[in-house]
């Protein structure tokens, strides 16, 4: 049976930005978000399930009123939690909330120099992200940074890390932009050796740790040093192997990236999260996973069966291939 470790809960849709790559199209909330009786149902069963981490976004989870009572529903359940946020409306009075509550971390997304950012977002954001990481990080609260990269910001990954330099983070994460709602159509794509080369280059001389999403790969040299900071290779998608996503509706899926109606396994309102996850048709795509569903140079790679050609969501909205990587950095260096 497998065992679930992680979720991504997206507890509302609503959000102060209409971000032009924005996968989930997120702006206003959906007008039937679970209630807070509902929400402190799913905390329960998460908390029966053996989870031990929530990554809560939305939209923007400071928009939701009552974020502070979902929150202390998992931390009170011994589930750690991390707030991932813009940090446009972050107000300095949340940070004894986030205290009490017994907050992990906060993670704020910047994703590119003031420029750049506010370009894809709206101007002044990049300002007030850098203005909620200095609340967060001098009231003793750990803070990350997530950038979400495009053609645009890829090249811009210098500029970004002389300011962050500044601020006290304990991280600093890059993904893939994926070409999903808002972003159909955005010029996403960007070589993934030249991110992998700029993470090999500053990951031992920065303050912080520096590492690679599961969207950006593989198998280079130095793969074992690039998600965490330990000799930890990338050993396949781990959706509904041992994390899901939860959608401010109920939705469950493998991923929050895997943001397509054909990823849904069933819904909250109708099923329990014990009946989805247990259910041994569900999450078959990685379930059910074996190497002769490969295909294209992912087929003949002798990394092939570790890897299972990467992101499966990444795969299915670029090319509607789930075990294809379209873009492997492997696939660059002229390794088959």
């Not at 370009?119 to 001098?138: E, H, M, N, P, T």
Request: glycine share 8%; with cysteine.
């Amino acid at each position: 049976m497998f065992r679930l470790l992680s979720c991504v809960w997206e507890i509302t849709l609503a959000c102060c930005f209409e971000c032009s790559y924005c996968g989930s199209r997120a702006g206003k909330a959906r007008e039937n978000e679970l209630t807070l009786e509902e929400c402190i149902r799913v905390a329960d069963q998460l908390s029966e399930l053996g989870c031990r981490r929530v990554s809560m976004i939305g939209g923007e989870v400071f928009m939701r009123k009552d974020w502070r009572e979902i929150v202390g529903a998992l931390t009170e359940r011994k589930i750690r939690v991390n707030i991932i946020t813009n940090g446009f409306i972050f107000s300095e009075s949340y940070v004894q909330d986030l205290k009490r509550l017994g907050i992990e971390s906060v993670s704020v997304s910047i994703d590119g120099p003031r420029e750049i950012h506010d370009k894809y977002r709206q101007a002044g954001s990049f300002d007030r992200a850098i203005q909620a990481i200095r609340v967060l990080s001098s009231n003793g609260i750990p803070v990350s940074v997530i950038s979400t990269l495009n053609r645009e910001s890829a090249k811009a990954l210098e500029g970004l890390l002389e300011a962050l330099r500044q601020e006290n983070i304990w991280a600093w994460q890059l993904q893939a932009c994926s070409p999903m709602g808002n972003a159909q159509g955005l010029d996403y794509r960007f070589d993934f050796q030249e991110v992998i080369a700029f993470v090999e280059k500053h990951k031992d001389v920065e303050p912080f740790a520096l590492g690679i999403a599961d969207n950006i790969g593989y198998f280079t040299e130095s793969e074992g040093m690039l998600r965490g900071g330990h000799d930890h290779p990338f050993t396949g998608c781990s959706a509904g192997l041992t994390t899901i996503g939860i959608d401010s509706v109920g939705n469950v899926r493998g991923c929050e990236s895997m943001y397509d109606a054909c990823f849904i396994e069933g819904n909250l309102r109708e099923r329990s999260l014990r009946d989805i996850w247990e259910d041994e048709d569900a999450f078959a795509y990685n379930r059910k996973f074996t190497a002769d569903l490969l295909t294209g140079k992912c087929k003949t790679c002798p990394e092939g069966e570790y890897c299972a050609a990467g992101c499966r969501s990444y795969n299915y909205f670029v090319h509607g291939k789930l075990y294809e990587s379209p873009y492997c950095a492997r696939v660059r260096l002229g390794k088959k």
